[in-house]
T-cell receptor
Framework: EAGVAQSPRYKIIEKRQSVAFWCNPI?????LYWYQQILGQGPKLLIQ????????DSQLPKDRFSAERLKGVDSTLKIQPAKLEDSAVYLC???????????????FGPGTRLTVL | DAKTTQPNSMESNEEEPVHLPCNHS???????IHWYRQLPSQGPEYVIH???SNVNNRMASLAIAEDRKSSTLILHRATLRDAAVYYC???????????FGTGTRLLVSP
């Protein structure tokens, strides 16, 4: 079974530029998450999708961050404009449903390391 | 979200058992205890989870205290590949929300 795919793996941009990250979850997984992980900290949830609807985006800085999952499969996270403090690893994860019920186990991709100069 | 407390770091020798503790004194009755680990330069990886009873899988064992205010992740024979940051997380079942702390960094020596 293929895992969660993310691209690019690394990105370096100047502050005030825009950047986009792409995630393809495990096939059939209804729930998709984006996390931000700053060096030395645990991952922090930015947004959670159930199919193509947003379940939780309470910690997404909406003035500069946006995310979409239009067809309920892959997803894109965008930052516009980027700030120095956005330097972090951006992780995507997905969860399956079992017997029609959501499960708690999350499967993570390798992440995209963003450096903002 | 209920909080967990873990030591910042622990050390072990290869092929020895490792007991990683986690305190969660404010756990509620519906909170599951999850453990994930993150190897260097990788995303977190699910290890094990449980509610009240001890759990075993091919990766590890989870021992849960009778009052559920603490738990221990047990790696039966540490290998160099087990060097990682281990996160203990509480999650109300069905809500799928994981709130990560800073975890325990496990160092394994040959």
């Amino acid at each position: 079974e293929a895992g969660v795919a993310q691209s690019p793996r690394y990105k370096i941009i100047e502050k005030r530029q825009s950047v986009a990250f792409w995630c393809n979850p495990i096939s059939g997984h209804a729930t998709l998450y984006w996390y931000q992980q700053i060096l030395g900290q645990g991952p922090k949830l930015l947004i959670q999708f159930q199919n193509n609807g947003v379940v939780d985006d309470s910690q997404l800085p909406k003035d500069r961050f946006s995310a979409e999952r239009l067809k309920g499969v892959d997803s894109t996270l965008k930052i516009q404009p980027a700030k120095l403090e956005d330097s972090a690893v951006y992780l995507c994860a997905s969860s399956p449903q079992v017997g029609g019920r959501r499960t708690d186990t999350q499967y993570f991709g390798p992440g995209t390391r963003l450096t903002v100069l | 979200d209920a909080k967990t407390t873990q030591p910042n770091s622990m050390e072990s020798n290869e092929e020895e058992p490792v007991h990683l503790p986690c305190n969660h004194s404010t756990i509620s009755g519906t909170d599951y205890i999850h453990w994930y680990r993150q190897l260097p330069s990788q995303g977190p990886e699910y290890v094990i989870h449980g509610l009240t009873s001890n759990v075993n899988n091919r990766m590890a064992s989870l021992a849960i205290a009778e009052d559920r205010k603490s738990s221990t992740l047990i790696l039966h024979r540490a290998t160099l590949r087990d060097a990682a940051v281990y996160y203990c997380i509480l999650s109300a079942t069905g809500f799928q929300k994981l709130v990560f702390g800073t975890g325990t960094r496990l160092l394994v020596s040959p």
